[in-house]
């Protein structure tokens, strides 16, 4: 049976087809302007599949497949039911959950954490992502919400956060919270030319890392205390740049070492399609 997977981004959407664990396709593509057009299209994409997997960057209720509090896509998502709108026009099984979740369902299935039980997984991207595998297991929560360590507070005086907390590790780590510290005046940036500037020498740019690896530590060692795990994944468009984080990052982790022990940080493996590959895994579950 062919499982379709669908990762909708902040930004770009992407999709997968699965055979077995093989990917049969790929794609990338702008994230459409609200969810009724994003739920169009993936009915456009699954004309062949038997069963389909979105992942959303947020909270969802997987039992009725409705998104709860998705901040990042364009469009008003919270309470909108993408899992029966997705039905209707398809006719097939469709399962609704988090992308931090399907991000660490794929890489624990197929990809760096293969053959780990307990694992930390954080997924930087136009947020931060968060989940946690105890005993081969990704831990869900009651709203999918379990694992959220994009919203640990490093800074309770720092910059707003999009769920209305201050100085989270997403207004340091993901994408737009690098630009944000790197621009200047009208200034326009990516967090890919921020690395790249930061590669080159410049001293702003690699400071604005150090400081996102910073911030990722203080919240990986939060939670390596907190579920006395020693293994974390790190994937998301922005962990490209994660060589420009690890000083601080694994200072941070070091300075904590007498109560968490050694932390491996591990990166992703399965590469920009491990969310869409993890929501085409739970689909195929719900099919």
Wanted: glycine residues 16%.
């Amino acid at each position: 049976m062919t499982a379709l997977g669908i990762d909708v981004g902040g930004t770009y959407t992407k999709w997968v087809t699965l055979e077995g664990e093989a990917v049969s396709g790929s794609g990338t593509m702008p994230t459409p302007p609200g969810p009724d057009e994003t739920v169009r299209l993936a009915a456009s994409l699954a004309p062949h599949a038997g069963s389909i997997g979105i992942g959303l960057p947020g909270h969802v209720d997987r039992d009725t497949g409705t998104a709860l509090f998705v901040p990042n896509p364009p469009g008003d998502w919270d309470g909108y039911p993408v899992g029966a709108r997705l039905r209707a026009l398809t006719g097939v099984p469709v399962s609704v959950v988090n992308d931090a979740r399907a991000f660490a369902r794929a890489e624990l299935a197929l990809g760096a954490a293969r053959g780990l039980a307990d694992v930390l997984f954080a997924v930087l991207g136009t947020g931060v992502g968060g989940a946690v595998a105890l005993r081969g297991t990704v831990l869900v929560g009651p709203r999918d919400n379990l694992g959220e360590i994009g919203h640990v507070t490093v800074s309770p005086w720092g910059p707003v956060c999009c769920c209305g907390n201050r100085g989270c590790v997403e207004t340091f780590a993901a994408g737009p919270g690098i630009v944000r510290a790197f621009r200047s005046g009208t200034a326009k940036a990516t967090a890919a030319e921020v690395a790249e500037a930061a590669r080159a020498g410049d001293e702003r740019a690699a400071q604005v890392f150090e400081q996102a690896g910073w911030a990722l530590g203080v919240a990986l060692g939060d939670a390596a205390a907190f579920f006395g795990v020693g293994s974390v994944v790190v994937g998301g468009g922005v962990s490209g740049a994660l060589d420009l984080m690890r000083s601080t990052l694994h200072h941070e982790l070091a300075r904590r070492r007498p109560l968490i022990g050694d932390v491996t940080v591990l990166p992703a493996v399965l590469g920009p399609m491990a969310g869409a590959i993890g929501a085409a895994l739970y689909g195929r579950r719900s099919g």
